[in-house]
């Protein structure tokens, strides 16, 4: 995914101080208030330039989001291409993308907010584009990921690829929240008991979810 594609050249030419400001900004106040409450006024106030600097760098409201949510998914993304052209076991390749979503949601809990507000949008057009933006690769590595592992044999055939990715990427998107959003964090708690977050719990945590997909997943016998 382009980074680039939704804001001005003249956001490049700005010094990599002022491109963090406003960048972090940002994020804080799309995560606390969601897009369509977030105040472009606010953060051009808190990033210490105008609003028409704003659109200086961006043509609206929506460029500087989709700039910040593009951000916000660019560590995964570059794991996730790394993994598709690993040659490696599926399951080890699930086991660094769990230990990525724990470790990215303890030091980015403000991107994960942020993406946990992206999907309450009531706005069924920018629900579509948002989707889209953020979700068709992932969606693609993780049908060939397990479309690959049934022609090799170490994944069962009678699964459907597509509906696997769907419902592993609705897993690791729940664990993501489960370490950064106050009512996951607290359903966490509820389902595995207190501490489950803790870092100290962290390899059983890892260790559950892969025998869960393993056994889903997985030929019999393996």
């Known amino acids: ?22 960048i972090e900004t940002a994020t804080m106040e799309f995560a606390r208030k969601g897009y ?9 106030s808190k990033s210490g330039i105008s609003v028409g600097s704003v659109y200086k760098y961006f043509d609206s409201k929506l460029d500087l989001f989709l700039t910040i949510v593009h951000h916000s998914i660019s560590r995964m993304e570059n794991l996730l291409l790394g993994l598709a052209a690993a040659d ?3 399951i080890i390749k699930v086991e660094k993308i769990l230990r990525e979503i724990i470790s990215a949601s303890r030091e980015e809990s403000t991107l994960i907010k ?15 584009q948002f989707a889209a933006e953020m979700e068709s690769m992932t969606a693609g590595i993780y049908a060939r990921a397990v479309s690959e592992g049934q022609k ?5 055939a009678d699964i459907d690829p597509k509906i696997a990715a769907f ?7 729940t664990l993501q929240f489960s370490y950064a959003g106050d009512y996951y964090e607290e359903r966490f708690k509820i389902y595995c008991g207190e501490g489950i977050d803790r870092p100290e719990k962290d390899e059983f945590v890892i260790e559950q979810i892969l025998k869960f997909i393993k056994s889903a997943l997985k030929n019999r016998g393996e």
């Open 1 to 22: 995914m382009d980074l680039n594609q939704h804001h001005k050249p003249t956001f490049d030419n700005i010094s990599p101080e002022k491109r963090r400001r406003i």
């Open 36 to 44: 369509h409450d977030a105040s472009v006024s606010n953060i051009a």
């Open 88 to 90: 490696e076991d599926v």
């Open 114 to 128: 942020l993406y946990n507000s992206i999907t309450t949008i009531n706005d069924k057009k920018l629900a579509a």
């Open 152 to 156: 090799s044999g170490e994944i069962r």
């Open 167 to 173: 419902l592993i990427d609705n897993l690791f998107m």
